[in-house]
């Protein structure tokens, strides 16, 4: 049983107390006393207005489910439906227009362009490496992935293969004839990058295989180098060991070694190409993350303390031996005129916020009831950036004074206002200034969609992130159309009209809101993480929409998918998609649905195999593992990260489909046993793996039967409350065994 400490009328498990009074707090000028007065007040004061927002979502969810009901078999009527929104409130009126007002944002966010990581913050190695994402190898990122294929003895192999490795540095230039060309030839006709003195400034020359020399295309993209160690200062100096250059406000290094063993092979001694890749970092506290109790949400605060204190650092093994890493420094350079020159050496990092319907028992009120998990995380997450902003660590995150947190699953202007009242009470209980905590606005709940325009107003001081999530925006349309009629299959409702248009108009109106200059306009994930060529090849897609940040799923994509920030100017597409017309919101407002007789009996079937077996191979980890992120085999065995947004999506899928007699519950289950075999197969040489097969009573199986039979009662579909509670009740059986 949890210890808890009583301090007015709040009831504090011991976990938390302890990190908050002896970890957090210490150095920050905050004492424990006005903490928990300040996390008290929160509770008593915006408990009651969060109860309210919970309970207008359920009214509003059984009036849209009442009219639908009452025009079954009826024509769509979209006039209809767009009024009856308004006359509910569901739509709300939009205001006068106006401008994004936030201040004190640093660059990554107003005015670079590129790669967004998203990861789950109690995972301590993930956590720092995505912190040191910032910067990434491309040769690297391209010999270990299908981006070079491995026909022709390109295998990859366990020790490096020079043919491989010649195709790896072959496509690593064209990159930068692409990005840094230079005036006359190409990079791999260079056979020496020389530094000359002009004027007391120096100019890059690349000296060519004909004997003759050349210098950039566009003189200023050469920004900086960095010597050898050893090397001195010179009118000529030949093979620096770093080159650093700039295109489209991203940085490039390019890394000169003839003795390397990459570098013998090249002509001008290039071991490396290294990129500014994950330019800023989701440190997740939701989705991908499994913290269900006290002692889970302390291990998840301490990541997120080190992180803004400077101080994470982790040693694992590798090969054998012992490894140990912390973040990065800051990169040294000096300019062209030889001043020193410092780059930012990390990805800017977020906290991700859980949303308004989550509750814990790490808090519990005066009544013992459980609290607003959201307020506590607010707090907390606030207080540890109180020492990134003391700058009393070995590394800055914020060098404008600023707290970045991510607010997921809000529904409408309402509950972001709500947020905003939030942060201020966070504010004054801690001290800062108003509006040092900024907000990233998830656009994943199709009221928030809608109502985008208000939604931004309502935080327009503090605003600096929107962003589209397909899954949990797909989610939150079945659940919310539950009654419209029977969803088409997963695949088949990606290419309808109210998609392109969500996406479309949520570009649309950060720009007109002004948002570039301000903050990030954002899209989703791209899942296949082992698929990097299609990643290339699909991904060039989001910043050709105006979109300055998108989701990957590892460093690695990170600095893969940078190359496309290079290839688009995102400022540029900004302002020419500033004058085309708005996406239009009747297209958004069409649900997504089948025609009857339009799927096959074994089309159906193959749809439950498809749906049955991501949820039961995402929950068995959740559940028996406490794993809320990773790399899950979809039926065809193919590797596709999963977090709690794709478990909702699925099992609002299938709950729908019972809903409108599609299947059956007895066809569902038979599919759970027959898809639990196939995971249990996937999983059989995983020792802490538990099968289900034969035991259809176990906790992760008897979860994924309560998300799919249970779904549509689920508050907007969310999986967490049943998740929660058999997630619980696995530690309580681990803890006695």
């Known amino acids: 049983m949890t210890l808890r400490t009583q301090i007015g009328g709040l009831s504090i498990a011991q976990p938390i107390y302890q ?33 309210a927002l919970l309970a207008e979502r359920d009214s509003l969810q059984q009036r849209i489910d009442n009219w639908h009901e009452s025009r079954s078999g009826a024509a769509w009527d979209a006039a209809g439906y767009r009024a009856f929104l308004e006359e509910i409130g569901y739509l709300v009126p939009e205001q006068e227009d106006f401008e994004i007002e936030t201040g004190r944002t640093d660059a990554e966010l107003c005015s670079v362009s590129g790669p967004q990581l998203v990861v789950p913050v109690n995972n301590a190695r993930y956590a720092l490496n995505a912190a040191n994402a910032r910067w990434g190898s491309l040769l690297d990122a391209l010999y270990g992935t299908d981006v070079i294929d491995e026909r022709d003895g390109c295998e990859r192999g366990d020790a490096y293969n020079p043919i491989r490795g010649a195709k790896v540095v072959a496509h690593a230039t064209g990159f930068l004839d692409d990005c840094v060309p230079l005036a006359r030839g190409k990079h791999s006709d260079v056979v020496a990058y020389v530094l000359r003195r002009e004027t007391n400034t120096l100019r890059l020359y690349g000296e060519l295989r004909d004997g003759s020399s050349t210098t950039l295309a566009q003189a200023e993209q050469w920004v900086g180098y960095r010597n050898k160690q050893g090397q001195d200062e010179a009118d ?66 301490s990541n997120w303390l080190r992180l803004m204190r400077g101080s994470l650092e982790i040693t694992f093994s590798k090969a054998g031996k012992p490894v140990s890493r912390k973040l990065a420094p800051d990169r040294e ?35 013992g009831r459980e609290t607003p998990e959201g307020m506590l995380d607010a707090m907390v997450t606030a207080a540890c950036a109180l020492h990134d902003l003391a700058g009393s660590g070995p590394t800055r995150n914020s060098r404008t004074g600023s707290v970045y947190l991510v607010k ?97 108009r949520n570009v649309d109106l950060g720009l007109r809101c002004g948002l570039p200059g301000r903050g990030q306009i954002g899209k989703g994930m791209w899942p296949r993480p082992d698929d990097m060529a299609a990643m290339l090849s699909s991904k060039l897609a989001h910043p050709q929409a105006g979109a300055n940040c998108a989701w990957v799923p590892s460093p690695t994509a990170a600095t893969l998918h940078a190359t496309h920030y290079h290839m688009v100017n995102v400022s540029k597409t900004q302002q020419d998609l500033k004058s085309r017309p708005l996406a239009p919101l009747d297209a958004i407002l069409m649900p997504p649905l089948l025609s009857a007789g339009q799927l096959t009996a074994l089309e159906i079937q193959q749809e439950l195999d498809n749906n049955v077996q991501g949820i039961l191979g995402y929950v068995v980890r959740w559940i028996d593992q406490g794993v809320g992120c990773s790399k899950v085999p979809d039926i065809d065995n193919v590797g596709l990260m999963e977090d709690r947004a794709t478990l909702r999506i699925s099992s609002q899928h299938l709950a729908n489909w019972l809903h409108h007699k599609l299947c059956s519950k007895e066809q569902v289950m038979a599919t759970l046993r027959r898809m639990a075999a196939v995971v249990d197969e996937q999983n059989a040489k995983d020792p802490a793996y538990v099968p289900m097969t034969g035991n259809y009573d176990g906790l992760a199986f008897r979860a994924a039967c309560d998300l799919i039979f249970q779904g549509r009662e689920q508050p907007n579909g969310y999986t967490e409350h049943i998740l929660r509670g058999f997630r619980l009740e696995a530690k309580q059986r681990n803890a006695v065994n």
């Open 236 to 301: 000529v100096l030949r093979d620096p060991a770093v080159l650093l250059l700039r295109n489209h406000d991203l940085h490039i290094e390019v890394c000169i070694d003839r003795e390397h063993p990459v570098g013998r092979a090249q002509a001008a001694g290039i071991k490396d190409v290294v990129l500014e890749s994950a330019i800023t970092t989701i440190q997740d506290f939701e989705d991908s993350v499994a913290t269900v109790d006290a002692e889970d949400k302390a291990l998840a605060y």
């Open 19 to 51: 990190l908050v009074n002896h970890d957090i707090l210490p150095g920050t000028g905050v004492d424990a006393p006005q903490f928990w007065a300040g996390l008290e007040g929160i509770i008593r004061d915006l408990g009651p207005v969060n109860a």
């Open 408 to 504: 997921p699953k809000m529904h409408g202007p309402k509950e972001v206002a709500f947020t905003n009242a939030l942060f201020t009470r966070v504010e004054e209980a801690l001290g800062l200034p108003k509006n040092t905590l900024k907000v990233g606005v998830m656009d994943e709940e199709r009221r928030t969609t809608v109502n985008l325009k208000e939604c931004m107003r309502a935080v327009k001081e503090r605003l600096v992130f929107i962003n589209t999530g397909f899954l949990d925006r797909t989610a939150d349309e079945i659940h919310t159309s539950m009654c419209a009629g029977p969803v088409l299959r997963k695949a088949d409702i990606k290419n309808q009209p109210w998609l392109a248009a969500y996406e479309d």
């Open 333 to 367: 350079y000096l300019s062209c005129s030889g001043a020193p020159l410092t780059l930012h050496g990390r990805s800017l990092l977020f906290a991700r916020n859980v949303g308004h319907h989550m509750f814990t028992d790490a808090v519990l009120d005066a009544a």
